[in-house]
């Protein structure tokens, strides 16, 4: 059967994200092109071809896209650091995705935007996504600026993009905030699958976030693309309450969408303050030695 498209883009496709949404994106493309800054996984799949790169620079990322139909771009530094450390990866490298996509006449961007692009709004807002950037860090600013590219493009170059603000994407819900935050595995792909599929997407934002009961976010602006996600940590609520801290409404972390990154000092980690509400012996360890706990719940 014939594929939607003949070619596809993905960057960051060797992380922990990228790598769960390669076999979606291979099975609605003709050609999938992985692209990342570190070696190609260990296998790849039939119609996927491998390239490293470094997004960070122009003209590696231009001839990329030649004979494009969408780039799906997930590179970037999944953390708070010095602004300086976030230029290349999380700045420079989301305009050189849009610019050579211009170039190239690529149809539509999909980006791995976060949570952290509204990160200072509080939970019991209940914003839509048409609520105004409120981000929490640099690495929020960064999502914030990728996004303002995107609505440009569209705007003066017609570029179409779908800017999914991906909560806490893992295998199962890590800790309390992901009662509310939490984006499975499944629905991610899901996500994924839509942004690539819907027919015309303009501009769009949607929140990244499965069918959690207490989700603190409202995606009825973007029902049209047909995201309907199913999984839902209510069921994890029992044994992670019980590990839960006791409420303070006076703990931003506790107060905010944007969780630890909410209350982090500017260039330090936030995900080090999410490690810590997941397993905080193992985290304070972690965090004197100086090792990155790298867990995924933003
Ligand atoms: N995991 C989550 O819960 C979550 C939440 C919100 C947003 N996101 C976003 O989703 C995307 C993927 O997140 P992840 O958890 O898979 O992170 P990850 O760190 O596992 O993957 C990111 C990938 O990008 C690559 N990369 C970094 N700089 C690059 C460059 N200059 N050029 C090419 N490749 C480069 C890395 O090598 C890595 O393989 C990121 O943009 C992140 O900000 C993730």
């Given at each position: 059967?014939?594929?939607?498209?003949?070619?596809?883009?993905l960057?960051?496709?060797?992380?922990?994200l990228?790598?769960e949404i390669?076999?979606t994106l291979?099975?609605l493309?003709?050609?999938?092109?992985?692209?990342?800054?570190?070696?190609?996984?260990?296998?790849?799949?039939?119609?996927?071809?491998?390239?490293?790169?470094?997004?960070?620079?122009?003209?590696?990322?231009?001839?990329?896209?030649?004979?494009?139909?969408?780039?799906v771009?997930f590179?970037?530094?999944?953390?708070?650091?010095?602004?300086?450390?976030?230029?290349?990866?999380?700045?420079?490298?989301?305009?050189?995705?849009?610019?050579?996509?211009?170039?190239?006449?690529?149809?539509?961007?999909i980006?791995a935007?976060?949570?952290?692009?509204?990160?200072?709004?509080?939970?019991?807002?209940?914003?839509?996504?048409?609520?105004?950037?409120?981000?929490?860090?640099?690495?929020?600013?960064?999502?914030?600026?990728?996004?303002?590219?995107?609505?440009?493009?569209?705007?003066?170059?017609?570029?179409?993009?779908v800017?999914l603000?991906?909560?806490?994407?893992?295998?199962?819900?890590?800790?309390?905030?992901?009662?509310?935050?939490?984006?499975?595995?499944?629905?991610l792909r899901h996500l994924v699958d839509r942004a690539v599929t819907?027919?015309?997407?303009?501009?769009?934002?949607?929140?990244g976030?499965?069918?959690?009961?207490?989700?603190?976010?409202?995606?009825?602006?973007?029902?049209?693309?047909?995201?309907?996600?199913?999984?839902?940590?209510?069921?994890?609520?029992?044994?992670?309450?019980?590990?839960?801290?006791?409420?303070?409404?006076?703990?931003?972390?506790?107060?905010?969408?944007?969780?630890?990154?909410?209350?982090?000092?500017?260039?330090?980690?936030?995900?080090?303050?999410?490690?810590?509400?997941?397993?905080?012996?193992?985290?304070?360890?972690?965090?004197?030695?100086?090792?990155?706990?790298?867990?995924?719940?933003?």
């Amino acid at each position: 059967m014939a594929k939607l498209h003949k070619k596809i883009v993905l960057t960051g496709a060797c992380g922990t994200l990228g790598m769960e949404i390669r076999t979606t994106l291979a099975a609605l493309t003709e050609q999938l092109v992985s692209v990342d800054i570190v070696n190609a996984p260990k296998t790849l799949i039939e119609n996927e071809t491998f390239v490293q790169a470094d997004c960070a620079k122009f003209e590696e990322v231009l001839p990329l896209m030649e004979g494009a139909n969408m780039a799906v771009h997930f590179a970037s530094i999944p953390d708070e650091r010095p602004f300086e450390d976030l230029l290349g990866p999380n700045f420079l490298s989301s305009y050189n995705v849009w610019e050579a996509s211009h170039r190239h006449g690529v149809q539509r961007v999909i980006y791995a935007s976060s949570v952290h692009a509204v990160g200072m709004h509080e939970n019991a807002a209940g914003i839509d996504t048409d609520a105004d950037h409120a981000p929490d860090t640099f690495y929020g600013l960064a999502k914030c600026f990728a996004e303002d590219l995107g609505k440009l493009y569209w705007a003066k170059r017609r570029i179409e993009s779908v800017h999914l603000r991906i909560f806490s994407c893992t295998k199962v819900p890590q800790n309390a905030r992901a009662l509310r935050t939490w984006l499975s595995y499944d629905d991610l792909r899901h996500l994924v699958d839509r942004a690539v599929t819907s027919t015309t997407t303009g501009f769009t934002v949607v929140f990244g976030i499965s069918n959690n009961d207490r989700s603190p976010v409202n995606n009825a602006k973007a029902t049209f693309l047909g995201f309907r996600p199913k999984d839902n940590a209510e069921n994890w609520a029992q044994s992670l309450m019980a590990a839960a801290p006791p409420a303070n409404p006076l703990d931003r972390a506790q107060l905010y969408l944007g969780g630890p990154f909410a209350t982090v000092p500017l260039g330090e980690s936030g995900v080090a303050g999410i490690k810590a509400m997941t397993n905080p012996a193992k985290a304070a360890s972690n965090i004197s030695t100086g090792v990155n706990p790298n867990v995924k719940g933003l």
